[in-house]
């Protein structure tokens, strides 16, 4: 106990401190107060040690003129009395000399706090506060977490003093400050129905006092779904020309495209309009190749809405609207509200994950195909990085399986083949053999004749996991 009273009366006599800063320093001792609190039950504590000594001591003065800013004047007044006495005792003793009268050299009855310089003021808190809520006003959220930004300055100053004090059962400046304004703003209308989440919350408020402004970090939402591509020649992305990266060029007529349009861009905007954001980021399950026609239940994805404004939509209406404006080129579903996590999942290449394609074959002359020869390509098919895109993947050799093959003669120069097969087999070199470079491969059990995919469509991509 004696020493704790020692380090505040050393500490206090040569700085000054607010309730708040100075019960910070001791913030890992009892629980289930505040810093105010412990920072006032220490001065008054203070006080009434102080004024106690005063009393009993008397004429002989103890040594606390330092502590004589503290905001207690009936000490200083105490303090003041014994003085005098003191000085008149002096005096007759000694009446020939001539001693000045005894001034009181206190430090200077300013409050400001040194560490924090008034920033937990009850009033500035309550300033913070408000200044948070009305910013508030403007977003739709459910969980919310109250942050900071602490000048380096303040810090420095807290750790000055715990260093030269050796006061180690402090907390940070900064969550002292998170959580007093996080109180404060909890009691406010505005946050009535909301909830503090510590983990993923819609919004952080964060208190920038760098910069003298609240920060927002409004974090994204996430809508599950799948999209039919009804139509060939849509990237999913939208796709930049080569030449000019989008800046416009002779090549591609200054579209700065190699495409007019994209899948995402039947989706996003709508999405975005209906949440007052600004952007979004659109995460495929994988992507067919633009000539690919995607079918079916249609493939899954995720779309991420950066700074939404608002939370709560109606899927079923975005669902439609995003449907009827896509000139039939694409047709999508919305399924639900989903998390980041969501877009990890869909991004795994899992080994569970199995497709169904379907493709036209253009023979090199006309002939009547044997279809039974199809079962010779059911089971494992080695397969060496296409030569299509060898320029942005490794080339490696892979296996994968077909699980089932079916055809059909068109006509006599046309034929029709139904796959199914494990996620990451190129499909077209499954027909046309890629040079040797997949075997077996239709072009090969047919009898080495050369083959060309005229279209290629998605018809499921499922993941048996699910
Ligand atoms: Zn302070
Ligand atoms: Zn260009």
């Not at 008034?118 to 300033?127: A, C, D, H, P, V």
Request: glycine residues 6%.
């Amino acid at each position: 106990m004696l020493n704790l009273f020692n380090k505040i009366h050393q500490l206090l006599s040569e700085i000054s401190l607010c309730e708040s800063c100075l019960g910070r320093q001791f913030a890992q001792l009892l629980t289930g107060t505040t810093n105010r609190k412990r920072g006032e039950a220490l001065l008054i504590s203070l006080g009434l040690e102080l004024h106690f000594d005063i009393i009993n001591l008397n004429k002989t003065l103890p040594d606390y003129e330092s502590l004589l800013h503290l905001p207690f004047p009936i000490i200083k007044q105490s303090y003041e009395k014994i003085a005098l006495v003191a000085e008149v005792q002096s005096l007759s003793d000694n009446p020939l000399e001539n001693k000045p009268a005894k001034k009181l050299d206190i430090l200077p009855e300013s409050k400001i706090c040194y560490i924090c310089q008034g920033l937990f003021e009850k009033s500035r808190l309550n300033e913070l506060a408000d200044l948070v809520c009305s910013h508030a006003k403007h977003y739709e959220f459910f969980t919310f977490l109250v942050g900071s930004k602490i000048p380096s300055s303040m810090i420095e100053r807290e750790e000055n003093i715990r260093t030269k004090y050796n006061l180690t059962f402090g907390e940070s400046i900064k969550s002292d400050l998170n959580r007093e304004i996080g109180k404060l703003i909890y009691l406010q209308p505005a946050f009535n129905e909301k909830d503090l989440d510590f983990n993923i919350p819609d919004i952080v408020f964060i208190v920038n006092m760098v910069d003298n402004l609240i920060d927002i970090q409004n974090n994204p939402i996430f809508i599950y779904g799948k999209y039919n591509k009804l139509q060939r020649g849509i990237p999913q992305t939208v796709w930049y020309c080569n030449e000019c990266w989008g800046k416009g060029c002779d090549k591609c007529d200054y579209s700065g495209r190699k495409h007019p349009d994209a899948v995402e861009e039947y989706i996003l905007p709508e999405i975005i309009q209906a949440c007052k954001a600004k952007e979004g980021k659109f995460h495929g399950s994988g992507r067919e190749d633009v000539d690919a026609l995607m079918l079916g239940e249609g493939r899954p994805f995720v779309a991420q809405i950066q700074e939404p404004k608002i939370r709560t939509l109606d899927l079923k209406q975005l669902e439609e609207e995003i449907n009827n404006k896509s000139n039939e080129r694409v047709k999508i579903t919305l399924i639900e509200m989903t998390n980041r996590e969501k877009v990890r999942n869909i991004k795994i290449k899992s080994p569970s994950m199995r497709k169904h394609y379907r493709m036209g074959v253009i023979l090199p002359s006309p002939q009547k195909i044997d279809f039974s020869l199809l079962n010779k390509l059911v089971g494992s098919i080695k397969q060496q990085t296409p030569k299509r895109v060898l320029h942005r993947r490794a080339d490696l050799t892979r296996t994968r399986e077909v699980f089932k093959m079916t055809g059909n003669q068109v006509d006599d120069k046309r034929i029709e083949v139904e796959i199914i097969c494990s996620g990451g087999l190129y499909v077209k070199e499954l027909i046309h053999g890629d040079d040797g470079r997949t075997k077996p491969s239709l072009s090969q059990v047919l009898g080495d004749i050369s083959l060309i995919v005229e279209y290629l469509d998605v018809l499921k991509v499922e993941d048996l996991k699910k």
